[in-house]
């Protein structure tokens, strides 16, 4: 298995259509100390009993005061979200767990990733455009963002994990070639997430969907016809 960058985007949330400005090469970030960048959006969801619910902070989780608060701010508040980029790192990448298998026996795939300075200073910059733009909207309350350390996939929004199997031009850095066909193995195509050697500030899921399209025609116009590479290393 070849040990390949793995990246993952991760949403952090703050306290009302998605705003590019600081998206990747959208902006300026030299001097900056770091690369990438993400879009804001709101989260308007409806209304939903627990998502939606949103009290100011120090709000009780429960009893007469909680019951107030969400009655008063109940449809009143408007959450406002950032989803950055994540670049790939050699410290992240999967490998063979040694002590975990399947009901089979076959040792099972182990992730081993955490967030990079590069993470920390975007999301601390982006985190601050969302806070100004808060304070420009004239909030009653604006909630305590919440920015951590270390990766936790049970905190926060979703996160797009992407890698493992990235795509490239040389065998040698890379799992795949352009139409997601393994180097090593030519009649097995790997489609997803996985193929992405960067996870850009954008939700990945139409990307996934044309890079599908792109290897299925591939396959159904090149290698059925031919069985074989389609890109000679």
Same mark, same amino acid.
């Given at each position: 298995?070849?040990?390949?960058?793995?990246?993952?985007?991760?949403?952090?949330?703050?306290f009302a259509r998605?705003?590019?400005?600081?998206?990747?090469? &959208?902006?300026?970030?030299? %001097?900056?100390?770091? !690369?990438?960048?993400? $879009?804001? @959006?709101?989260?308007?969801?409806?209304?939903?009993?627990?998502?939606?619910?949103?009290?100011?902070?120090?709000?009780?989780?429960?009893?007469?005061?909680?019951?107030?608060?969400?009655?008063?701010?109940?449809?009143?508040?408007?959450?406002?979200?950032?989803?950055?980029?994540?670049?790939?790192?050699?410290?992240?990448?999967?490998?063979?767990?040694?002590?975990?298998?399947?009901?089979?026996?076959?040792?099972?795939?182990?992730?081993?990733?955490?967030?990079?300075?590069?993470?920390?200073?975007?999301?601390?910059?982006?985190?601050?455009?969302?806070?100004?733009?808060?304070?420009?909207? &004239?909030?009653?309350?604006? %909630?305590?963002?919440? !920015?951590?350390?270390? $990766?936790? @996939?049970?905190?926060?929004?979703?996160?797009?994990?992407?890698?493992?199997?990235?795509?490239?031009?040389?065998?040698?850095?890379?799992?795949?070639?352009?139409?997601?066909?393994?180097?090593?193995?030519?009649?097995?195509?790997?489609?997803?997430?996985?193929?992405?050697?960067?996870?850009?500030?954008?939700?990945?899921?139409?990307?996934?969907?044309?890079?599908?399209?792109?290897?299925?025609?591939?396959?159904t116009s090149q290698?059925?016809?031919?069985?074989?590479?389609?890109?000679?290393?």
């Amino acid at each position: 298995m070849r040990r390949c960058g793995l990246a993952t985007g991760a949403h952090s949330y703050l306290f009302a259509r998605p705003l590019a400005g600081h998206q990747g090469d &959208n902006f300026d970030n030299s %001097g900056l100390g770091f !690369l990438g960048g993400g $879009f804001l @959006a709101p989260t308007v969801s409806g209304g939903r009993p627990i998502q939606v619910r949103a009290v100011p902070p120090g709000t009780p989780r429960w009893g007469s005061a909680w019951k107030e608060a969400t009655a008063r701010w109940y449809n009143h508040t408007f959450p406002l979200y950032f989803h950055g980029s994540n670049y790939a790192h050699r410290a992240n990448y999967l490998d063979l767990d040694p002590n975990y298998k399947d009901a089979i026996g076959r040792l099972l795939v182990r992730m081993t990733y955490n967030l990079k300075p590069n993470d920390h200073k975007m999301a601390v910059y982006i985190m601050g455009k969302t806070m100004e733009i808060a304070r420009a909207a &004239n909030a009653k309350v604006i %909630g305590n963002p919440l !920015l951590r350390n270390n $990766f936790d @996939a049970t905190i926060g929004g979703s996160s797009h994990h992407t890698g493992g199997a990235i795509m490239g031009t040389d065998p040698k850095t890379s799992v795949l070639n352009r139409y997601l066909q393994s180097w090593d193995v030519s009649n097995l195509f790997v489609m997803g997430g996985a193929a992405f050697p960067q996870n850009a500030g954008h939700n990945p899921t139409g990307t996934i969907a044309a890079l599908t399209y792109w290897s299925a025609r591939a396959i159904t116009s090149q290698y059925i016809k031919s069985p074989g590479p389609l890109v000679r290393a």
